[in-house]
């Protein structure tokens, strides 16, 4: 005690030689992780700016709306777009229901026993699946064995299932940010268990829930290897403008198998039409996680509690 | 009231809404099947099902009646459409004459609506009545088994894709395959005419290399951003930086690999000065940068859940903000950390657009990053649309599929592990 009360207060508050190099091992660290993850973040702008740099020529709105041509080595991604609007809104109505209610029996019904820990686990490895064999399973169940043939149902029930967990984790994450005591003062009013999930808890969660489905759809919409064999085709006509042009029971194109198949199948792709569809794909993809991010943002802004 | 007398029973009430997510699948199911089956296909097993739907549908259907306080009997109005469609066809009376069709056709039309008017849209009579008490909350047993359903749907899905994957590639794996053979020979000859080898080796190996290469790129990236992320940002730049890594972690696969075929390619042209830039240099760098986004998020989270009693408890001693990352954060976050690795990695392992355009695909035992290689998943998406279903080959291409879901599955099962190690302890 004796020694600390001779310090005079200049002293104390001066720097020692210590305090000076910690400082600067600090910076230096904060410097380096900064570094870091700049490097991890440039590449991203890097990419889109020269995918939009070379796709520039062929940008345009008739490049959206033209079919491909000449061999897919000219024209459009009319088809392939539609294709993919098509695999993502039919895999977003099977997706959607199952996941919002795996979510809500996870965090609702469920109780904390080894069962729940194997769905949580089943929920996990499903999310690690890798997506070809997702295609092996798309093939065996719905191709063959259920019969569908290749046609878009079977390409979006693969979808479907390999995009659950991206929906059953966000809802998951939306529920268990409603408080306990919401869903208390519902069952003192005498409310069943599914008149406080409907009344109290989903009107409460539905922005987090919107989001997962909004990343479900990004993430379908991005997928290759999983419709390659379950009902996405390398070519396909439809009629121009006409927005009803495919058949569920179809085969269709995709966006992402019809940049597979002009960067690498097809010769003498005329300069540009390549980028120009990989800027349209991430384009879309961009354009929906951005929506995703607005509406989680604005909806934080209007949380009550 | 319970599920199963829901289903079956042809006593008591039920409301609108049990009526509607019992019979909408039943419709869906019926829609599905009488667009599948033609007028070929004999009546098989497939029928015993569809005849207890139609069981269901017709107990549901009294009860709803019952609700609103008339008579068993009116689920007969149901089969009106049958018995017009079955005269229609059958009787001699109505043979030749197609003026009639579209008058039946309306007759059936406006039955059909008026039973769904009156079944799912009009309500019960309120309190009880000759059939039971009031059917509010009839309804809740039905979600409450949906609910469930839905929940345990991940273990169907994760069972269901083990064993489909299996089903295909079963026969060649239990009659014929060389177990040892596939997993250590190089030779991978599936469309060779007198000699067809099917030898693994090369493949696991180029998957297992260039995932190394990713996350030798990866690690250092994502677990630096995650620290800064989490520690040195102020709130505002972290949801900046948050929102940059959730667009990285969209871009498909595909533009990855498209990436790597294009700009990659020539810059490590240029670089290197090799004759090809399909490399595992290549691959390994895509799949980095598609891993980065998991390993910064999961090892986020894991520094997050570091109590903040901890840093508090180090920075009143005088420590440094390093000097809490080094020495308190980092020890106790190393299971969370090691958990994102892992998941990262597993990434890695199944992804397939990326390395099957961006490392050459040709089977080759790599011996340095500017080797061109080929993966298992790779190996799959470029041959399993020329092979003939049931084939050898074909076969082959699932039992890949099975090894490569066991290889995530472990490494998965692992990271949950680690994951839960720190939860509780």
Redesign the interface.
Known sequence: MDSNTDISPELMFTETDIGRRNRFVENVFKIFFFIMTCLMILPLLLIIGYLFYKALPVLSLDFLFTNPKDNMRAGGLWAPFLGTIYLVVVSLLVAAPIGVFSAVYLNEYARENWFTRIVNLAVVNLAGVPSIVHALFGVGAFVLFAGLGESILAASLTLAIMTLPVIIASTTEALKAVPMSFREACWNLGATRWQTIRRIVLPNSISGILTGVILQVSRAAGETAPIMFTGAVFYKAIAEGNVFAYNITDQCMALSLHLYTISTQVPDVTEGIPYGTAIVLVGSVLLVNAAAIVLRVYLRTRKRW | MNFLRICFSFKGRINRAAWWLLNLPIFVIFAVSI??FDSHTQITVGTIPLLILVWIHLAVSAKRWHDKDTPTFWILLHFVPLIITIFLFASPLFAGSWILFPLVFLVVLINVLWIIYELGFVKGTEGSNQFGPDSE?SS?SV??V???L??????I??F??FF??F??GAGFLFSGLNIWEFLTSEEWYPTSLNNKRYGTFALILGTFSVTALAMLIAV???L??A???SE?CSPKLRET?K??????A??????W???G???MNQMIIKVFNAPIGLTMLNGGIMLA?MS?PII?SIAEDALKAVPDSYREAAEALGA????V?YRVLLPAAKNGLLAAVL?GA??S?????AVL?ATGHSVNIPLGPLDWIRTL?AT??AE??EVA?GDEHYQV??II?IL??TI??I???I??LVIKGIRQS
Not at chain 2, 150 to 155: P, R
Not at chain 2, 320 to 323: H, V
Not at chain 2, 349 to 353: C, D, R, S, V, W
């Open positions: 667009s599948i909350t809740e979600i409450d949906y609910i469930s839905c929940g345990i749907s991940s273990i899905f994760v269901g894709i489909f994957v089903k295909e250092p990236f994502g630096g951003a620290i800064f992320v040195f930086f929102i940059v890594i959730e667009f990285l969209a871009i498909p696969s595909v533009v690999g498209f990436i075929l294009t700009l940068l980065v910064v440094t903000r390093w000097q990352i998941l597993a990434r392992i199944g992804e397939t657009m355009m998943t799959i998406a399993l649309g279903r291409l699932f599929g490569l879901f995530t599955f490494v998965n099962l990271a949950d």
